[in-house]
């Protein structure tokens, strides 16, 4: 017979298509992805995350700019 799949899955397959995203063409992850439970984090957990991420993003300009 015939399988139900996840509309949200199939469009965000059709979207990763177009942009030419070949992890998200995968539905099986995709799949997995919207399907999954996030917990909640602390927020020490949470700053460190975002001075990570900030210090990642100053790293990449400065490496754009010494292009």
């Excluded at 030419?20 to 992850?29: M, T, V």
Aim: glycine content about 2%.
């Amino acid at each position: 017979m015939y399988e139900k799949k996840d509309l949200r899955v199939l469009k965000i397959i059709q979207k990763a298509r177009e942009f030419g995203d070949l992890d998200l063409c995968n539905e099986i992850l995709v799949h997995q992805l919207v399907n999954l439970v996030f917990n909640e984090i602390e927020s020490k957990e949470k700053e460190e995350l975002i001075a990570l991420l900030n210090s990642l993003i100053k790293a990449k300009d400065k490496a754009l700019l010494s292009n």
